[in-house]
Structure formats: C-alpha cells, structure tokens
C-alpha cells in the first residue's frame, strides 16, 4: 500500500507512471532493492544527465551515460540512506516530501515531473533536507510504461539553488 496519494485513479497511463515513480521507486530506494525497480528502465539508449543543482543547462552533466552507471549511484545512495539513523520513518518522510502531478503524455511517449521539497527528522536532532526535482522521460513499451532517462538534481523552484 502507497504512503502518497495517486492524484491520477481515472487515468491507467499516468497511474502507472506514478506508481512507478513514486511508491514503487520510493520503497525500491529505502530498501536498497534494485530488483524492484530493474524492469522500468529501458535499457539501451538510457541517459541520466544530473542537473547539479543548475537551472541553466549549461551546467548540465551526462553523469550516467548508461543505466549500469546509474543503478550504481542508485545503490551507493541508497546503502548510505540506510546507514542514517531516523527519528522518523524513512519511506514516510520521502513520501511527504515528493510531488509527481505533471505528466505529460504524447502517443507512446511521456515526460513526468517529479518534485522533492521537505525534511525527514534524524536521530541526531538533524534533518535531511530534500529540496530539487527531476524531469524523467518515458516510453511506452509492449503495453508497459519505462523510463528513457532523466534531468534529476535540478533545483526547485527552478531559480533557487539546490
């Protein structure tokens, strides 16, 4: 069961593209899984471009030129988040923090906006600050929805340093 709230329940093509991208890809990370999310990747022609935090493109990087490149950045975050000890509980906070309401879907193809803006309460008094967005880029394929690439790390509102 999904901590979030699917704003799309009338529309199958954009409730599967934000089933994959928010409750599927959210427990996925929290758990350090992989295998949960292995099948919504294109896998040729996949191209993670980070953001680093710029709104002009010309700060852009091809950080993941392939999706091995970025499932191992995936897991290396992943691993780290849980080595953090939280006062709350992970998935719940990561959910309270993300927005996908904006999916643009055009034939067999698809750009989703997902958005990241909240805390999650640690332990040590701190607070993990999620505070950026990502543009995924999707293509339908034998029925079902995957994704083609992105332009993550992106700052939110765009304008604003991440």
């Given amino acids: 069961m999904s ?3 699917n704003p799309f329940p009338n529309d199958p093509d954009r409730s599967a593209i934000w089933t994959m991208l928010v409750p599927r890809d959210i427990e996925a990370y929290v758990k350090a899984d992989w295998s949960m999310v ?4 294109v896998t040729t022609d996949f191209i993670g471009v980070n953001g680093n935090g710029k709104d002009n493109p010309d700060g852009w990087t091809i950080s993941y030129p392939t999706l091995e490149l970025y ?3 995936w897991l290396r ?3 780290e988040g849980q080595s953090v000890v939280y006062a709350e509980d992970q998935e719940t906070g990561i959910h ?3 927005s996908l309401t904006e999916i643009e879907i055009s034939g067999e193809r ?3 906006h997902k958005k990241f803006d909240g ?3 640690r332990a040590d008094g701190e607070v993990d600050r999620l505070n950026w967005q990502t543009v995924y880029f999707c293509r339908k394929v034998e029925g079902q929805w995957k994704l083609t690439g992105f332009v993550g790390y992106l700052p939110y509102p765009m304008g604003k340093p991440v």
Avoid: P, Y
């Avoid at 292995?38 to 990747?41: P, Q, S, T, V």
């Fill in 3 to 5: 901590l979030s709230q």
């Fill in 38 to 41: 292995e099948d919504d990747f």
């Fill in 71 to 73: 499932r191992d950045e």
């Fill in 77 to 79: 975050q992943a691993r």
């Fill in 96 to 98: 309270r923090a993300t």
């Fill in 110 to 112: 698809a750009i989703a």
């Fill in 119 to 121: 805390e999650i309460k």
